[in-house]
């Protein structure tokens, strides 16, 4: 299942990707942080909002921080 999940994941970034810039940031960052809580949602329990910040460094690379909250790490969870 997860391997499934991935696929539907780039699918969806690809999308994002496609979209008019001035609206792909925030599409991407919203795309971002759904995807991000799934997958952190698999290992542990949330209590909150996973929120991303992406910085343009060095102009050419990108730094990505990622800042999440949780209660609880679980068992993967198999579908």
Known sequence: ?????SKMMEK??????MQD???AYEG???ALES???????????LCGDVNINI???DGSQYQINISAKADNIN???TI
Do not use: F, H, W
Not at 1 to 5: Q, S
Not at 12 to 17: G, W
Not at 35 to 45: E, R, T
């Open 35 to 45: 995807d991000i809580k799934l997958l952190l949602g698999c290992y542990m329990s």
């Open 28 to 30: 991407l960052i919203k």
């Open 1 to 5: 299942m997860i391997m499934n999940e």
């Open 12 to 17: 969806r970034l690809k999308k994002v990707l």
């Open 55 to 57: 910085d343009i460094v």
């Open 75 to 77: 068992a993967p969870n």
């Open 21 to 23: 810039k001035i609206n």
